[in-house]
């Protein structure tokens, strides 16, 4: 399909689109009804062929997550490196890896937390093309690692929004699974009782005897 693009008369510049490849799928009728929607499109302003190379030119998730890992993460512990990258590769690279940053959608992400959450992870040990993040790296689900990897998934997508890759982030807002917190606080009498057995400790580790005995 041939057109202009402007109000340049003909001296505008008159992109083409390629359609289809004759035969199946496409018939003639087919290419005939698509080409009719395009135009539909060029009527209201828009450039099919250049939202087509706009798109073939857009960095994928696999992309998207090299150059964080390399200019955006500088600020995490190595402790955090070392568990985003086993998020990276055990679950977001295989699963949304190959697809195009603009085109990935809330539901992709929620779809990729629920099969988490499932126990169904996406990459196990021996896959095509797998990394191994450590020498006993195994892909784990669960309600705990589907918030992880929400909440890395979202700082990902925030690192875009800011370099101007993407103008919005789908991954804000998501409900992640609730998380069974394991955290109590010591009481006064308890305190008291660890203070005793610490100095406890102290006092039979000043023992010279009892020094010789450790060593």
């Known amino acids: 399909m ?17 359609i289809g490849r004759h035969g199946s799928p496409w018939t003639v009728e087919m290419a005939r009804e698509k080409a009719r929607r395009l135009l539909g499109l060029v009527a209201q302003g828009e450039d099919p062929a250049e939202e087509i190379q706009a798109s073939r030119r857009a960095v994928t998730i696999s ?7 390399a200019e955006g993460c500088a600020h995490k512990k190595p402790s955090t490196l070392i568990a985003d990258r086993g998020r990276f590769e055990n679950h977001i690279r295989p699963a949304l890896g190959a697809r195009k940053l603009t085109e990935v959608t809330r539901a992709d992400i929620e779809r990729l937390m629920g099969e988490i959450i499932a126990g169904r992870v996406v990459r196990s040990r021996g896959a095509p093309n797998a990394k191994r993040v450590g020498p006993r790296s195994v892909p784990r689900g669960g309600r705990g690692v589907a918030a992880q990897v929400v909440t890395l998934i ?17 991954a804000h807002g998501i409900d992640k699974p609730k998380v069974r917190r394991l955290e109590r606080f010591l009481t006064t009498e308890e305190i008291g009782r660890l203070g005793a057995a610490l100095a406890g400790e102290q006092r039979a ?11």
């Open 2 to 18: 041939q057109y202009r693009v402007g109000r340049g008369g003909r001296g505008a510049k008159k992109p083409r689109v390629t």
């Open 63 to 69: 992309e998207l997550i090299d150059v964080y890992r």
């Open 154 to 170: 979202r700082t990902l997508l925030a690192f875009a929004v800011k370099r101007g890759l993407r103008s919005d982030n789908p």
């Open 205 to 215: 580790s000043d023992n010279p005897i009892r020094q010789r005995r450790s060593c």
